[in-house]
């Protein structure tokens, strides 16, 4: 087993949660990429420049306390159905409609989340006011290519 690898398993599983901590959940399964999204979805809703997300293995996350108070919103247009505390309305993860591949925002995870941000998608969309960090992570003008 790799190194690294080890290290992962070995801080599993991760925990995490919303603003007003009613909403707890658990990632039994090393993340498996991370990035920054520029888009302008994810200013909104985050209010900030950007969003830190990291990607989660197949069936590895699990609410383990408020899932009832778990509402989605669904954009008119497409995209990932977000996720969010209903009562504290902290963002937690999105949910691919059709794949049902799972992202959650890296900054709800207590703790080190055992990944880095790797990428910076939709950078053609950054904020005006603030600029995309001058970093060695790839980049790309529109979505992430898998």
Same mark, same amino acid.
């Given at each position: 087993?790799?190194e ?8 599993l599983p991760l925990?995490?949660? =919303?603003? =007003? ?6 990632? #039994?399964?090393?993340l498996? $990429?991370?990035g920054?999204?520029?888009? *302008?979805?994810?200013q909104?809703?985050?209010g900030? %420049?950007? /969003?830190?997300?990291a *990607?989660? &293995?197949? %069936?590895a996350?699990? @609410?383990?306390? %408020?899932?009832?108070? @778990?509402r989605?919103?669904?954009?008119? #247009? ?6 969010f =505390?209903?009562? =504290?309305?902290?963002?937690? $993860?999105?949910?691919h409609?059709e *794949? ?17 941000p /790797?990428y910076?998608?939709?950078v053609?969309?950054?904020? *005006? $006011?603030? &600029?995309?960090?001058? #970093?060695a992570l790839?980049r790309?003008?529109?979505?992430? /290519? /898998?």
């Amino acid at each position: 087993m790799p190194e690294e690898y080890a290290r992962l398993v070995a801080g599993l599983p991760l925990t995490g949660g =919303c603003l =007003c901590g009613a909403v707890r959940y658990e990632i #039994d399964a090393p993340l498996v $990429w991370a990035g920054y999204c520029h888009c *302008t979805r994810c200013q909104r809703r985050t209010g900030t %420049g950007s /969003s830190a997300n990291a *990607t989660v &293995a197949d %069936g590895a996350l699990r @609410v383990v306390a %408020g899932a009832e108070l @778990v509402r989605d919103w669904r954009h008119p #247009d497409g995209g990932a159905v977000k996720c969010f =505390c209903g009562t =504290c309305g902290g963002a937690l $993860w999105s949910r691919h409609p059709e *794949t049902g591949e799972m992202s959650v925002r890296l900054g709800t995870i207590d703790g080190d989340p055992g990944i880095r941000p /790797s990428y910076h998608q939709f950078v053609d969309y950054a904020a *005006t $006011w603030e &600029a995309v960090a001058d #970093d060695a992570l790839t980049r790309f003008p529109e979505r992430r /290519s /898998s």
